[in-house]
C-alpha cells in the first residue's frame, strides 16, 4: 500500500479475514494509471447494537476476569496491537481495517447497568482498555467510556483503566471522587520516550510526553495512575525500560509493569513488514531475538509465557525492569481496589424483586 495513501496508520498492509472463503492479494501492475489510485484512508464507524457488555476470561495470568470494551477495532493504529486480530470476526482484515473501519457499542452503559443488577452478579474489578483503547479517538465524539464510567460510579463498582490516550484526563472529574473511595486505577502505556518512533508504530495515540503528563494530572488529582512498559520490542524499544520508568516516576507513578511483544496470528506478518519498511537493517536481529524468546516461533500463546517469554534475553528484560523498579521504589505497594460498596442498580431494565 502507498505510503501517501496510508498515512497516519500503523499497517501496511490490509489482508483478506482468516474466515474468508476468498483471499484478495494487492499487486502492483506496472501501469501507475492515475485514474486508479484509490483516495486516502479514512476511519468509518458502524454502530454494533451488543447483547453482552461485560466480557469474562479464565486467563490465569492477568489480574482481572471481566472487561468491557466499548470498541471494536482501533484507531490508534499500534502496529503491535495484540487485538487485531478480533477484527476476522466481524469479517474484516486485521491490518488497516482494524484501525479505520471501527465499531462503537452505544448500548454499553446500558448493558451494563442490566448486567450489573443481575441477581447472581458479584462485584470484582472491571478492566477497560484490555482489547482496544477505551479513549481512541472517536470517544471524543461518542462518549461511550464516560457513559460506562457513570454507570461505574453510580454503583460504586470497582475500575481499572489501561489507555496510550491522554484523553483520560477529561474524566478526572468522574474518576477522582471513585479513587478517593478506592474504587479507581489508570495505567498510562509508554512504550517509547522517541516522538519519530511513535509516531511510526503508534501513529494516532498521544504523544509518549502527552502520556506522562496525563499520569501527573491523574496522580495530583488524587487519582492513582501508574506506567505500562507495553510492548517491550527487542532492539526496537528495549533500551528505553529505565527511560521510560524514570520520567513516569518523576511524573508521579508509583505502579509499573511490562509487557513482552506479542504476535500472535495475523499480527506476526504486519509487523514483518512494517519491521522491513522503517528497519530493515535490524530486521534479522530482532525477529531472531523474539523467536529466541518464544521458542523459535514468532510467537507463543502459553499461559505464564505469553506476556514474559522465556530464554536469556527475556530474562535480562525482566531482571533490567525489576532493577530499575526497586531503584525508583516503583511497586514497593499497589492500590487494590474494593468491592464491598457495591450498590446493585435497581434501574435500566433490572427485575425488581417480587417481595
Not at 500500500?1 to 499497517?11: E, K, P, S, Y
Not at 483516495?39 to 454494533?48: D, M, N
Not at 461505574?152 to 474524566?171: E, F, G, N, Q
Not at 501508574?226 to 513516569?248: K, S, Y
Request: some cysteine; aromatic content about 8%.
Amino acid at each position: 500500500m502507498r505510503a501517501d495513501l496510508r498515512r497516519g496508520r500503523g499497517a501496511g498492509l490490509n489482508p483478506s479475514s482468516r474466515f474468508e472463503p476468498l483471499q484478495t492479494i494487492g499487486f502492483d501492475d506496472g501501469w501507475n494509471d492515475p485514474d486508479e489510485i484509490l483516495p486516502p484512508l479514512k476511519t468509518e464507524v458502524q454502530v454494533e447494537w451488543a447483547r453482552k457488555i461485560i466480557t469474562r476470561n479464565e486467563s490465569p495470568d492477568i489480574s482481572f476476569d471481566r472487561s468491557i470494551n466499548p470498541y471494536r477495532g482501533c484507531e490508534h493504529g499500534c502496529i503491535y496491537c495484540f487485538a487485531r486480530p478480533t477484527h476476522s470476526y466481524m469479517g474484516f482484515s486485521p491490518g488497516v481495517d482494524f484501525e479505520t473501519r471501527l465499531f462503537v457499542k452505544p448500548n454499553a452503559a446500558e448493558l451494563l447497568e442490566r448486567e450489573l443488577g443481575a441477581p447472581s452478579y458479584q462485584p470484582k474489578v472491571i478492566a477497560m482498555g484490555t482489547n482496544t483503547d477505551p479513549y481512541q479517538p472517536i470517544e471524543r465524539e461518542y462518549k461511550i467510556t464516560r457513559q460506562v464510567l457513570e454507570v461505574l460510579a453510580k454503583t460504586s463498582h470497582p475500575v481499572m483503566i489501561v489507555t496510550k490516550s491522554a484523553l483520560v484526563t477529561r474524566d478526572i472529574d468522574i474518576l477522582a471522587p471513585m479513587a478517593k473511595q478506592g474504587l479507581a486505577k489508570v495505567a498510562l502505556s509508554v512504550t517509547t520516550l522517541d516522538r519519530r518512533l511513535a509516531r511510526a508504530m503508534e501513529p494516532r495515540a498521544s504523544t509518549p510526553q502527552k502520556r506522562l503528563e496525563a499520569i501527573q494530572q491523574l496522580n495530583e488529582a488524587g487519582i492513582p495512575a501508574g506506567v505500562m512498559v507495553a510492548p517491550v520490542i527487542p532492539m526496537v524499544t528495549d533500551m528505553e525500560i529505565e527511560r521510560i520508568l524514570d520520567a513516569a516516576f518523576a511524573m508521579g507513578a508509583r505502579e509499573a509493569g511490562y509487557v513482552l511483544l506479542r504476535l500472535p496470528l495475523e499480527v506476526s506478518e504486519l509487523f514483518r513488514d512494517w519491521l522491513l519498511r522503517l528497519f530493515p537493517d535490524r530486521y534479522r536481529h530482532v525477529m531472531s531475538l523474539i523467536r529466541s524468546m518464544r521458542g523459535g516461533k514468532d510467537y507463543d500463546a502459553e499461559w505464564g509465557k505469553r506476556m514474559r517469554g522465556s530464554g536469556p534475553y527475556a530474562w535480562q528484560i525482566g531482571r533490567r525492569f525489576e532493577i530499575a523498579s526497586k531503584r525508583l521504589g516503583i511497586n514497593k505497594s499497589k492500590t487494590k481496589l474494593r468491592t464491598d460498596l457495591f450498590l446493585k442498580p435497581t434501574a435500566g431494565g433490572v427485575q425488581l424483586s417480587l417481595f
